[in-house]
């Protein structure tokens, strides 16, 4: 039997309903340019070419592990460091420092309102210039936090910012918005969104970023993601655990972070590093051989190597950082756009 003859509207015919101008029909090509395969680029929390929103409390960890998973995705090449956008308008100077250091040597971007002309009004700005000039694709932008570009109580205002948030990622971009939630909890005692529905609703994805326990002996942290809503396949429920002590440095917190199976008393089945310092110079010293050599990328590849975690990485390479060849292993020259690029040292001579 014949499949029935497609029809196919007659040329110099009016269409009787207004709506057919704007059809799609026959466009399915040039929209092939701009769709993004859904699949996940920072852990499973935050799929490729969709808008998501994660909700926290203060203090919860929610920027330390979107710097954590933005570091392992330019890692994997699921993402080019130059296509990396994050605005930072939530941090002290101080702080802001650190966060630009870690980017200098991830070689991504950081911006921050009131440094080099750059203001919060100028980012749907820049978003409506890449959607005009079809330069969206494979851009990722996260704002930090969300509060800080549209008054989140105003539901007109938040209806503007998703629509540019919209039309950005209809061109193929990535968005991300951290934003905060209310002081008081739910009847289940669960975090409630600040602002109205709209981000929430009108996103792809979005999470809700809680405390799931503390362990006594190591004084970790388990952060549990849990969906509220996706459009795609995104994980319904991830756990990340860091150690929150103060007295760490920004980095050595970052590098303390790590995924788990489950949140229990236990985290879920526990990784336990083997830390041997020997392998860990060994491996330090493979990657700076073979062409590794900025600093939170032998971080990442010598931890990987040696089943050691990544802070037990980064002290054995700051112990052996320095320009003393009988006291040192290797020392970092600073490159371009402030990269710190780590070479070994010549041996001692006798």
């Known amino acids: 039997m014949k499949p029935p003859p497609l029809r196919v509207p ?56 979107l710097l954590h998973l933005l570091m392992e995705a330019i890692q994997a090449k699921r993402i080019r460091p130059e296509d990396v956008i994050v605005v930072n308008a939530d941090d002290s100077s101080f702080g802001l420092v650190e966060k630009v250091r870690l980017f200098e040597d991830l070689g991504a971007h950081m911006v921050a309102p009131g440094h ?110 849990t969906c509220e809503t996706s459009r795609g396949r995104a994980a319904s429920k991830a756990y990340y655990v860091y150690d929150p002590d103060r007295d760490l440095t920004y980095t050595e917190r970052l590098c303390s972070i790590r995924e788990v199976d489950a949140a229990n008393d236990e985290y879920g089945e526990r990784f336990t590093p083997t830390n041997d310092e020997a392998a860990i110079i060994e491996a330090i010293v493979q990657c700076l051989k073979h062409g590794t050599v900025t600093k939170m990328d032998i971080v990442g590849l010598a931890a990987k190597a040696t089943r050691s975690s990544r802070r037990a990485v980064l002290k054995v390479l700051e112990q052996s950082t320095g320009d003393d060849p009988k006291l040192h292993r290797w020392n970092f020259t600073r490159r371009e756009h402030g990269r710190m690029v780590y070479a070994p040292l010549a041996s001692p001579t006798s």
């Open 116 to 225: 080099k002309g750059f203001e919060v009004r100028i980012l749907v700005t820049t978003m409506e210039e890449m959607i005009a000039a079809d330069t969206a694709r494979g851009v990722f932008i996260a704002i930090d936090t969300l509060k800080r570009f549209v008054d989140v109580m105003d539901k007109k205002a938040s209806r503007a910012f998703t629509s540019a948030v919209r039309r950005f990622v209809s061109k193929g971009g990535t968005f991300l918005a951290l934003a905060h939630t209310n002081k008081r909890t739910d009847k289940d005692g669960r975090p409630v969104p600040e602002g109205t529905a709209d981000v929430l609703s009108d996103f792809d994805c979005g999470y809700l970023l809680d405390i799931a326990g503390e362990d006594k002996r190591t004084g970790e942290i388990a952060v549990e993601f």
């Open 10 to 65: 007659s040329e110099g015919v009016p269409p009787t309903n207004p709506l057919v101008r704007y059809s799609l029909t026959g466009s399915a090509a040039e929209l092939e340019k701009h769709a993004v395969e859904q699949k996940p680029l920072l852990g499973n929390v935050c799929p490729i070419g969709e808008a998501t929103v994660w909700y926290a409390k203060y203090n919860t960890g929610k920027t330390v592990l």
